[in-house]
């Protein structure tokens, strides 16, 4: 029996489009925003996958990671989706 997927976070429905055509500056705005206020209800992974993303437009340094790292809701989940691929 297949369990029934969940809805996506109005929020992160938002902003996944908007990966397509984000210019940096706006794309590290995005990975802010979702590092450090993800959604409710566990979609903190979805929005770290997300800001990966996102990341990847930003080409953020490796301090503007570290920074940010120290400040999530979920530092194991940040160092293996963001920061490791960055």
Same mark, same amino acid.
Request: charged share 25%; glycine share 4%; proline share 12%.
């Given at each position: 029996?297949?369990?029934?997927? +969940?809805?996506?976070?109005?929020?992160? @429905?938002?902003?996944?489009?908007?990966?397509?055509?984000?210019?940096? @500056? +706006?794309?590290?705005? @995005?990975?802010?925003?979702? *590092?450090?206020?993800?959604?409710?209800?566990?979609? *903190? +992974?979805?929005? $770290?996958?997300?800001?990966?993303?996102?990341?990847?437009?930003?080409?953020?340094?490796? =301090?503007?990671?570290? +920074?940010?790292?120290?400040?999530?809701? =979920?530092?194991?989940?940040?160092?293996? *989706?963001? $920061?490791?691929?960055?």
């Amino acid at each position: 029996m297949t369990s029934p997927q +969940r809805a996506e976070e109005p929020r992160l @429905a938002l902003l996944r489009p908007k990966v397509a055509t984000a210019s940096p @500056a +706006r794309a590290w705005k @995005a990975v802010r925003e979702l *590092v450090l206020h993800p959604p409710p209800g566990g979609s *903190v +992974r979805q929005a $770290l996958e997300l800001a990966s993303q996102f990341a990847e437009i930003a080409l953020p340094s490796t =301090d503007k990671l570290l +920074r940010l790292w120290a400040e999530t809701e =979920d530092p194991g989940g940040f160092a293996e *989706v963001v $920061l490791a691929p960055a």
